[in-house]
């Protein structure tokens, strides 16, 4: 009864987290990008620096008609935005953020998040397919075109630290981490952390939705609560991909000069600093041509990965 309890718990806090998270990033992005461009719109509702925006956001979304096209294939549009939501939840389940504090170990833990992560963009595809709409077709056909690209690069780069560790279980990599890991293992931490960006369709990848060409690709015709559960799904989406960053690369809850006494605070923190890379990504860079995204892939994250991978070989030997 103890474990049942033990393990309800865990899971209630991770539900939790995952309806908390996505939204402070939501509106961390709204005020960062109202500093960073000058957009003052942001900064005025509710008051003192705008600390309700979040709050008229969610009425207005509630407020807008819920519309399915006529033409569109019905099931599939109304469980695209479901689809694209709940993989996070369930990565989010086997992220430790504390010695013992993991919503449900998986021995398993990299393969797991990253093809469940995948899944999370089968939303998208989803989406497109059954608009029945071209410019969302056009949007679904960019999205599978990214995930094959970058799907490659991001699991090579957290292969190096699996083997550096010796365990693809993600708080098997977190006990066997070292600090003099992460001069080492950084350029696998550049191709996770920017693959991870381009599946996640952010700026400057945001092909599949771009609304200069596409209007806004595979969501075009979602209105009301669907479509804003696609924005969660993208924000939940950073949450897990700094989150993971955090875990193979930074040390998770291990603090400098071996400061581990704020367990979880250092969890947060370095995947908060993470956040607002991504952020700020958003609004200094502008989109790449679909050109330009898969010549980044293939010649350059691929390469890099499988150079790291290399290095981490070499290492391993030279240290047995």
């Not at 509106?27 to 008051?47: D, F, N, S, W």
């Not at 006529?70 to 599939?76: H, I, L, P, Q, Y």
């Not at 990299?110 to 029945?132: H, N, P, Y």
């Amino acid at each position: 009864m103890t474990d049942a309890l033990d393990v309800a718990v865990r899971l209630l806090l991770v539900f939790v987290a995952f309806l908390v998270l996505p939204l402070v990033v939501g509106q961390t992005e709204h005020k960062v990008m109202a500093h960073m461009q000058g957009r003052l719109g942001p900064m005025y509702a509710g008051g003192f620096h705008g600390w309700a925006q979040l709050v008229a956001d969610g009425v207005k979304f509630a407020q807008k008609e819920d519309v399915v096209p006529k033409d569109a294939d019905r099931r599939v549009f109304q469980l695209a935005p479901a689809v694209a939501l709940l993989p996070y939840l369930l990565v989010l389940v086997a992220i430790p953020v504390a010695p013992g504090s993991v919503g449900a170990v998986v021995d398993a833990g990299i393969f797991f998040a990253l093809a469940v992560m995948g899944v999370g963009v089968l939303g998208s595809l989803m989406a497109g397919w059954a608009s029945a709409n071209k410019f969302s077709l056009l949007g679904g056909l960019r999205t599978a075109a990214q995930l094959l690209a970058y799907e490659l690069p991001m699991l090579l780069a957290a292969a190096s630290v699996a083997m550096a560790a010796g365990t693809v279980s993600l708080t098997g990599i977190l006990d066997a981490f070292e600090w003099w890991w992460v001069p080492w293992q950084i350029v696998g931490a550049l191709v996770f952390f920017v693959a991870g960006l381009a599946e996640l369709q952010r700026p400057p990848f945001d092909m599949p939705v771009a609304d200069s060409e596409i209007i806004f690709g595979a969501y075009t015709e979602y209105t009301g609560l669907r479509f804003a559960l696609f924005l969660l799904a993208e924000y939940a989406g950073i949450v897990v991909l700094c989150g993971l960053t955090t875990v193979l690369f930074l040390g998770g809850w291990h603090g400098p000069g071996g400061a581990d006494g704020l367990g979880w605070l250092w969890t947060l923190l370095k995947a908060a600093v993470l956040a607002f890379v991504v952020i700020w990504l958003r609004v200094s860079y502008p989109r790449l041509r679909e050109d330009q995204l898969q010549k980044l892939a293939w010649t350059t994250l691929v390469p890099l990965a499988l150079a790291q991978i290399a290095l981490t070989g070499i290492v391993k030997v030279a240290i047995q």
